[in-house]
């Protein structure tokens, strides 16, 4: 059974860095593009950035691009999510999610780890 | 490729049916495959419900189905049940990745 499990939101001040984490189980975790989603308290989802399987390619939302950076490393079967620079707005519940085995779609989705950017 | 729009809401009774769309998906034939659809619950994480713009992942009733017409992607569900009730989101991958704005449903 696919298992993700998101670990490393907190509480930081405008203009801090955190550090996401997911742990993967389950499946073969360097066979798929892996992504992160992001949802604001009450808001709509949000892709955030997708990175390909040997981690060589990411790809992010323009709002993001420059602050955050996706990587992974398939050895420990885990995905990662730098964020600096952080603003208000970057508040949410951040997903990591997987690729659908056709691909182009998100399959599996962990339970979120919470990121609140506050003075 | 644009944003993706969806009504805010939308509402049916049990048993009906209801269409959701979603304006802004690319018009080439091949940007179809790049359309899917998620379901979510209050609290819970969203849950792939339609893939390749018409195909269901295991599991997923067959009283959810997919289509195409133009630039607009749209979602129907067949039958409903008060269980549908949630909010509902579209997300294309041509050219960048987004999701819709997404639609709350109700069924009375």
């Known amino acids: 059974e696919v298992h993700l499990v998101e670990s490393g939101g907190a509480l930081v001040q405008p203009g801090g860095s955190l550090r996401l984490s997911c742990a993967a189980s389950?499946?073969?975790?360097?066979?798929?593009?892996m992504a992160w989603v992001r949802q604001a308290p009450g808001k709509g989802l949000e892709w955030v950035a997708s990175i390909n399987l040997a981690g060589t390619e990411e790809y992010y939302v323009d709002s993001v691009r420059g602050r955050f950076t996706v990587s992974r490393d398939n050895a420990k079967n885990s995905l990662y999510l730098q964020l600096s620079s952080l603003g208000v707005d970057d508040t949410a519940l951040y997903y990591c999610v997987r690729d659908h085995d056709a691909g182009y779609s998100w399959a599996y989705w962990g339970q979120g780890t919470l990121v609140s950017v506050s003075s | 490729q644009s944003a993706l729009t969806q009504p805010a809401s939308v509402s049916g009774s049990p048993g009906q049916s209801i269409t959701i769309s979603c304006t802004g998906i690319s018009s080439d034939v091949g940007s179809y495959k790049f359309v899917s659809w998620y379901q979510q619950h209050p609290g819970k994480a969203p849950k792939l419900i339609i893939h390749e713009g018409t195909k269901r992942p295991s599991g997923v009733s067959n009283r959810f189905s997919g289509s195409k017409s133009g630039n607009t992607a749209s979602l129907t569900i067949s039958g409903l049940q008060a269980e549908d009730e949630a909010d509902y989101y579209c997300y294309s991958h041509v050219d960048s990745s987004m999701f819709g704005g997404g639609t709350k449903l109700a069924v009375l």
């Open positions: 389950g499946f073969t975790f360097s066979k798929y593009w």
